[in-house]
């Protein structure tokens, strides 16, 4: 009975162990002598990000490789600028930078390091980017800055032209303009006090995270550069479907000019401009 137990506690701490190393990995191939992604690899690495966006990531480590043909030199600054490929589609795909802790080109590999007869299979496996994502383990609590009043007192509150609310619990899925499931509500809730609320203007202003040089994000969607843009319209768009005067409306794209200096999350953001408040007693 003793030695049963003693078992399953040490297949308990193994198991345990390997839970808490467990990493996430992704290879990205390239063509000879390129360092650019291709369609079909850039398709298989939004896929990987796609899996991994969820995670509450502690670091992430990006190694490039070349095949065995060419000098050192060469290979080392062709294997750094595919690592460099990849740490950018990151960037431009809203991950957090700070957590890309290595960025290294190794050079070239060795032939003989897969189980492979074709030689030209071998090289093409060879020139490559290793990703290894290592994930907080358990994951950390993130909470978002908290605000004295919420949204929706703000918007229903004395307002003048300048004020600019930021809309709370309106969070963006990473890299794309699709509201998260549970910033739906709220959204709703917002509408309904715009719809009453006739003579304030205001424009709405879409923000984008962890892009470098105040430079938006792409779309996953469309794939253009234009994420800012696209989070903002979809407000308007949704605000004019309800059933906020168009007229009392514009959008535009802010891009990565005003980081909160938080958790990326919720820098993925939108928010209101009031550019014009009217006196409603009076108008009523």
Known sequence: MIKKLYILVCLSLCLNSFSQD??????????????????TEYSRLLGFLFDIEGLDIEKVSIYGFTDDRGSDDYNLVLSQQR?????????????????????DGKGKILLKVVKEEDIHKIRGLNRKVEIIVQPYNPPRKLKAPKEKLTTEEKLKGDLKAGDKIKLENILFKTGYSILLPESEKTLEEIAKILIERESVYFTIQGHVCCTKYSRDAIDRKTRKRNLSVARAKYIYDYLAKRGVNKRRMKYVGMRRKFPLGGEPKFDRRVEILVTYAGDEDNEN
């Open 83 to 103: 690592a460099d490929a990849i740490k950018t589609i990151f960037s431009n795909n809203e991950f957090d930078e700070n957590v890309i802790t290595n960025v």
């Open 22 to 39: 467990k990493k996430f990995t992704h290879e990205v191939f390239f063509e000879t002598d390129k360092y650019e992604v291709n369609e």
